[in-house]
């Protein structure tokens, strides 16, 4: 009987082990997909991600490319960042 009762055990561990992995593999995938904002904090960072979006832009990335993605998301970090306030 014992050994009855670890075989459920073990099959409802496997099962719970298995959805944490989908669960993982799916919040990962999100992340690639939508990562996280880039923030520009410092004039060295803004000058840095121009010279990145110039180069970017100058290679025509193709509609859904990773790089047209991180032209994407350098454009709005640069935005944001032109758009703050700064001064305090």
């Known amino acids: 009987m014992t050994h009855e009762r670890d ?4 099959r409802e561990l496997l ?5 944490g992995l989908a669960i993982a593999r ?3 995938e999100t992340a690639r997909l939508h990562p996280a904002p ?3 904090e410092t004039e060295e960072h803004y000058q840095h991600a121009l010279a990145e979006a110039a180069i970017l832009y100058d290679h025509e990335p193709a509609v859904g490319s990773p790089q047209a ?4 998301q ?3 970090a ?3 960042y032109e758009g703050a306030d700064r001064d305090g």
Request: zero cysteines.
């Open 38 to 40: 880039e923030v520009i």
């Open 26 to 28: 799916s919040e990962m």
């Open 15 to 19: 099962a719970s082990v298995e959805e």
């Open 69 to 72: 993605k991180r032209l994407d």
């Open 78 to 80: 640069i935005e944001a």
């Open 74 to 76: 350098l454009s709005a």
């Open 7 to 10: 075989t459920g055990l073990d």
